[in-house]
């Protein structure tokens, strides 16, 4: 009888556990994004300085909000600006950023397929 | 002709990945938060330093008026050198002075007000910190200065008698 009330209670409260998992989950994947710029080379995640610590309660505020994670990230970036993502955007600063693996992958793909496919 | 192309793209694409990394060598890898740019200031809902009243921001900030929103704490030290200056920029009058207590000990920051004079027409109390993220903040002492719902400039750090004579300037 113990048992089968110890397996029913683990039952019950293992979606629960999810649920809160998952919206950590999330909000450690943002804060892990988001650039702490009072530190040197920290996210706000890794961080426990006064600014990140505010920075972490304003993201669970907006999550709970209803805000989407690119919402959330659009709105830091109006506050402080494209530096404080981790993971910046494609725009004229970072296009070069962006396209020069593909067109050196490119390049590379030609130069091997002229000098060794087309050879033989 | 075959044999030429092989030397001849590696020696382009050598010459283009130089030339970026170049170019990334004069940007300055210090970041430099902007300061000059005008953005609209933020609505937000504080409690009110001394009555405890919740108050919306917009009606505190009206047009044609300059504000300078500074960002406070009793644990500060740069916000205690700083002080004697504001309490001078109250005296003449021209500008209102609103204040914005950061994670603060209420008894210790009005302690830090009876010493120290209080230069400021309204404060406001941000316990989390929210607040102070909302204007775009990074810590305390920052001033942010206003006009028509505006920000003119934002000052990071303790204000000093430098940046006092341009907020002065500007005033005229």
Redesign the interface.
Known sequence: MKFIRFILIIIILFPLNNVYAEENDKRNKITKNLRC??CQGQSVYDSDS??A???K??VD?KLQEGLSEDQIYEYFK????E?ILYDPGLNKNTY?LWL?PIL?FL?GG??IY??FIV?K | M?NK??PF??II?FG??FF?FYKGLEDSKI?T??VNTK?EIPVFNAKEFFSGEDVKSSSIFELDKVYLLNIWSSWCVPCRQEHPLLMNLNLENKLNIIGLNY?DNLKNAENFLKELGNPYKEIFIDL???I???W?A??VPESFLIYNNEIIKKYIGALNQELLDEINLFLK
């Open positions: 710029l009072i006064e600014f610590n505010s920075l309660i304003v505020k109006t506050k402080y600006g530096w070069i020069l050196i390049i030609a130069i002229k000098s050879k | 075959k192309i092989l793209s590696l694409i283009i990945i970026i970041y938060p902007d953005k994670k989390d910190g929210t102070a993220i909302e775009g990074y810590g």
